[in-house]
């Protein structure tokens, strides 16, 4: 199944990118992907969501969603 | 309830006027409101103990907006409220440059007063905005909120 990944802020340049599409064998628990992407870091302080709502680390990602993870938010 | 990310400068007491004057034409509530309160954030020119010399504002597109029509559903599940309205810059911000604009219009004074801290707290924790602050050694990500 596929999925967009989207980086945000200082995430984005630690990254090294803006977005990527990943091709998951079967439905993944985000925390899973963030551990595929990140080489395994910590996600302590990263946010994640999934079509651009918030969700926790072990909400599953389907064929399709968009997911986002990015730093503590600093607005206003 | 207009929800308005903006990549250009704007003025916070325009907006209110400009709002209000739309809002007793088109929904008939000349009268109905007794409080307006307003909270507006602008940019200073030092954080952290140090000088800062412009800052830029990155968004989430999409899930931003959908996240500040989320706050101001909530904030008007919560208190009786007549009208919301939030304007939010992005892009390259100078010094003393209004970053937010958060006004609340009710029967009373409470619901005005507490509902516009309510958005602008929820805003501030949870809104995706990320701010990046030039200072003499370079560009910098701010990791943390100030205190409220």
């Known amino acids: ?76 | 309830m207009p929800i308005e990310i903006r990549s250009s400068s704007f003025n916070p007491w325009d907006e209110i006027k400009l709002h209000q004057q739309k809002m007793e034409q088109e929904m008939n509530i000349e009268g109905q409101y007794g409080a307006t309160a307003s909270f507006v954030g602008s940019m200073r020119d030092f954080n952290e103990g140090e000088p800062v010399q412009s800052m830029t504002l990155e968004h989430y597109p999409g899930m931003t907006e959908k996240h500040l029509e989320k706050i101001c559903t909530d904030a008007r599940q919560k208190w009786d409220l007549i009208e919301t309205l939030v304007i939010h810059r992005v892009g390259d911000i100078k010094i003393s440059e209004p970053i937010v604009l958060v006004c609340v219009w009710s029967a009373h004074r409470a619901e005005a007063f507490d509902a516009c801290r309510f958005i602008m707290e929820d805003l501030k924790s949870k809104a995706p905005f990320w701010k990046q602050e030039s200072t003499s050694d370079g560009k910098r990500w701010v990791d943390k909120n100030t205190p409220g």
């Open chain 1, 1 to 76: 199944m596929k999925i967009t990944v989207k980086y945000f802020a200082s995430l984005r340049e630690q990254m090294g990118k803006a977005e990527e599409l990943l091709t998951l064998s079967d439905a993944t628990p985000i925390a899973d992907v963030w551990n595929n992407v990140s080489g395994g870091s910590s996600s302590d302080s990263i946010l994640m969501a999934i079509n651009m709502e918030y969700v926790k680390s072990d909400t599953i990602v389907k064929e399709g969603d968009e997911v986002a993870f990015f730093p503590p938010v600093t607005g206003g």
